[in-house]
T-cell receptor, first 113, second 115 residues
């Protein structure tokens, strides 16, 4: 089955700095890689995703990059704000996983004002 | 997207009892999944709820402990049977919209505490 690893587990940045979270996956058949943000006591919310036919995707201050050869993908948040503080999860899905989603272990991001 | 309603939102249960969590979606979806999120942990897939057939369980999860029903394309239930304190967790219903290429959305979750 799919194995998704995520680093770092915790990350603290100063407001305005950038934050980068990295994930690796094991199943080369995975072709869809979403990122979720989970605030305390709330459900995970999809913030950005990327498919295997694309190397990079950007949405305002967040971007995701994918390296299929190395089987890793990363989330980049620029100009961080205190409201970016949350736990972020990466995930992988594809035919090899039966189209199910397998999640990384999560990164707790703290943005210090 | 999809609107996913779960109930109960939270409950406190006694050891040895069972609790059924309901998940209702506002549209027909083929793929529906149940996840568990233990305190401070990631999302672990319990099973895929299949309409009209038995659920497909992940390694470490069994039907006797987590029976699942999926009577139609908008509704599913997860039962946590013979509960122990180790079952204290948040249980999340999720659906994949748009078929096998679609996005995954989560319900609000059901927070169970087992005493």
């Amino acid at each position: 089955g799919e194995n998704v690893e995520q680093h770092p587990s915790t990350l603290s940045v100063q407001e305005g700095d950038s934050a980068v979270i990295k994930c690796t996956y094991s199943d080369s058949a995975s072709n869809y890689f979403p990122w979720y943000k989970q605030e305390l006591g709330k459900r995970p919310q999809l913030i950005i995703d990327i498919r295997s036919n694309v190397g990079e995707k950007k949405d305002q201050r967040i971007a995701v990059t994918l390296n299929k050869t190395a089987k890793h993908f990363s989330l980049h948040i620029t100009e961080t704000q205190p409201e970016d503080s949350a736990v972020y999860f990466c995930a992988a899905s594809g035919r090899g996983t039966g189209n199910q989603f397998y999640f990384g272990t999560g990164t707790s991001l703290t943005v210090i004002p | 997207s999809a609107v996913i309603s779960q109930k109960p939102s939270r409950d406190i249960c006694q050891r040895g009892t069972s609790l059924t969590i309901q998940c209702q979606v506002d549209s027909q979806v083929t793929m529906m999944f149940w996840y568990r999120q233990q305190p401070g942990q990631s999302l672990t897939l319990i099973a895929t709820a299949n309409q009209g057939s038995e659920a497909t369980y992940e390694s470490g999860f069994v039907i006797d402990k987590f029976p699942i029903s999926r009577p139609n394309l908008t509704f599913s239930t997860l039962t946590v049977s013979n509960m122990s304190p180790e079952d204290s967790s948040i249980y999340l219903c999720s659906v994949r919209t748009g078929g096998s290429a679609g996005e995954l959305f989560f319900g609000e979750g059901s927070r169970l505490t087992v005493l």
